[in-house]
Every structure is written in structure tokens, then in C-alpha cells.
């Protein structure tokens, strides 16, 4: 691997995200690991795939926990999206309480389906969702499925 090629590659992969701020976090550290010289042979493939993808203008950001339609904010406040609108704030990694990761997978799970019945619905998902507001899907949800 040329370091100077990849050192430039990182610089035109920078440039064109903002700095890395349009990068989720785990192609940011790939980035960061390129240009410090930490890559794998395997981890050289990803980095050329990322740079690629970018370069052809098909880069997406992965779905948070998996759940289609969610992704996770790049800016470090740890905020939650809904197809591009934020609609939560999720710190389970930050405090890392026992099973922290289940929960927030668990908690994505139940937040997805949240946004996808208010979208349904034809409500616009474009606000933090609260306690109150779930407790009101709940309750629809639930005298819906006593009909």
C-alpha cells in the first residue's frame, strides 16, 4: 500500500464528508486508521470499497441497530434518525449499564415501529418522540387491535 496515495485518498474522503462529519463512526475510524498507517490487507479492501462508494455518490449511512429507516447521528450527540429527521436521543452506549446493548437494539426495534405507524398514519416523523407520545401510540395500538 502507497501511504502517500492512501494519505490522499483520506484527504479527498475528509473533503468530501465535512470533515468526516457525513461519515458514520465506524468509516470515520476506518479513515483514521488508513492515514495512521493501521489498515489490515482486509481492512485496505473496505477502505478502497468506502472510497469508491463515495466517489459514486451511493454512500448511506448504516441503519441503526438494523432497523430500516433509523440511522444513528455522526456528530457524536448520540441522536437518533427517522429517514433523515431526528426523533430521539439514545445514550445506552454512553452509560453502558449491564445489557446495554440489548436494550438499545430492543429500544431501536420498538422506535422504528413507533415511526413507522405515525408515518402510516400520515403524520410527518419529524420531532423527538417522548413518553407521553408513546404512551398514546400504545393506547391506539392497542384499541385498534381490540376491533
Not at 31 to 60: I, M
Not at 96 to 112: F, I, R, T, V
Amino acid at each position: 500500500m502507497d501511504r502517500e496515495h492512501i494519505s490522499n485518498l483520506c484527504h479527498s474522503i475528509l473533503q468530501n464528508t465535512e470533515d468526516g462529519n457525513k461519515l458514520a463512526d465506524q468509516d470515520l475510524q476506518l479513515v483514521e486508521d488508513a492515514v495512521n498507517g493501521f489498515l489490515s490487507p482486509r481492512g485496505e479492501v473496505v477502505f478502497y470499497q468506502l472510497d469508491h462508494t463515495l466517489k459514486e455518490c451511493n454512500y448511506e449511512l448504516p441503519a441503526f441497530c438494523g432497523v430500516e429507516g433509523l440511522t444513528r447521528g455522526v456528530d457524536g450527540d448520540r441522536a437518533v434518525f427517522w429517514k433523515g429527521q431526528k426523533v430521539e436521543h439514545y445514550d445506552h452506549d454512553f452509560w453502558c449499564e449491564k445489557g446495554w446493548q440489548e436494550n438499545m437494539k430492543s429500544d431501536a426495534q420498538k422506535l422504528g415501529k413507533i415511526c413507522q405507524v405515525m408515518e402510516d398514519a400520515g403524520n410527518t416523523v419529524d420531532c423527538i418522540i417522548r413518553e407521553e407520545t408513546l404512551k398514546k401510540i400504545e393506547k391506539l395500538e392497542n384499541s385498534e387491535q381490540s376491533l
